[in-house]
Structure formats: structure tokens, C-alpha cells
């Protein structure tokens, strides 16, 4: 089920780019193109930090996640404030959508973590059996 989720969000993500990039070399650039674009180039920007965090760090669990939260909500305010999504009165949107996010993304990757547990699990006690 995890393959065809990744795969599903993998291919999704490219017809999304390919209808993209057709769209601005017929039409041009649209505001909605340019807010994907930019939401494409922030997601990048987090998962790099995300993944330095992971090779760089030795965090528990709870530390790790509260870590990442505050990164990413850093990144999505100076994103934010540098491209016009947040103003000095709203910045604290950011906390709410990256904690959004951050939720949903962690839970999945929990469920993932709990089913390849139980999977080496299953094979570790087949082979000793």
C-alpha cells in the first residue's frame, strides 16, 4: 500500500509539473501556477532541512519532531514573508499550517514505521522458526 501511495504522489507530482510547464508556455504564468511552483519549491526546502536534521542529529523521537516543527515553521515564515503569503499581523498562520501538515505527515510516516516493524518482525520470526 505504501508503493502506491508514494507512486501515486510521484506521478501526480510530475503530471502536475508537465501540465504546468505547457500551461505557462501557452498562457503564461497564472497566479495558481506560480502558488503550486512556489508550495513545490518550499516543500523542497523543508524535506532538504528535514533530511539534514535526520543525517546530522541524534535526536529522540519527540525532540526530533519538536525540532523539525520549529525549523519548518521558520522556513515557511521567511518563505512566506520573502514571496507575500504572511504580514508582521498574521505570521502566526504558519504555526497552524505547518502544525497541519506536520501532523498528518508524522502520522503517516508512524503507521509506515509500525507496519515494516511488524514486517521485520514476521520475518525475523520466521526464520528463527
Same mark, same amino acid.
Given at each position: 500500500?505504501?508503493?502506491? /501511495? ?7 507530482? #510530475?503530471?502536475? !509539473?508537465?501540465?504546468?510547464? @505547457? ?8 497566479? %495558481?501556477?506560480? #502558488? ?21 542529529? &541524534?535526536? &529522540? ?6 525540532? *523539525?516543527? @520549529? =525549523? ?13 503569503? !504572511?504580514? *508582521?499581523?498574521? !505570521?502566526?498562520?504558519?504555526? /497552524?499550517?505547518?502544525?497541519? =501538515? ?5 502520522? @503517516? ?8 516493524? %511488524?514486517? @521485520?518482525? &514476521? ?7
Amino acid at each position: 500500500m505504501k508503493r502506491i /501511495i508514494r507512486d501515486t504522489c510521484i506521478l501526480s507530482s #510530475l503530471m502536475i !509539473f508537465c501540465v504546468f510547464v @505547457i500551461s505557462i508556455r501557452w498562457v503564461g504564468m497564472t497566479d %495558481e501556477i506560480r #502558488l503550486v511552483l512556489l508550495l513545490f519549491g518550499l516543500s523542497f526546502v523543508i524535506a532538504t532541512a528535514n533530511y539534514f536534521l535526520d543525517e546530522y542529529t &541524534s535526536l &529522540s523521537i519527540i525532540a526530533g519532531y519538536a525540532v *523539525k516543527y @520549529i =525549523v519548518a515553521t521558520c522556513i515557511v515564515m521567511l518563505f512566506g514573508f520573502i514571496v507575500g503569503w !504572511f504580514y *508582521k499581523s498574521n !505570521f502566526w498562520m504558519a504555526f /497552524i499550517y505547518v502544525g497541519i =501538515v506536520l501532523i498528518l505527515a508524522y502520522f @503517516i510516516d508512524a503507521v509506515k514505521t509500525k507496519r515494516d516493524i %511488524e514486517f @521485520i518482525n &514476521s520475518r525475523i520470526k520466521d526464520k528463527t522458526t
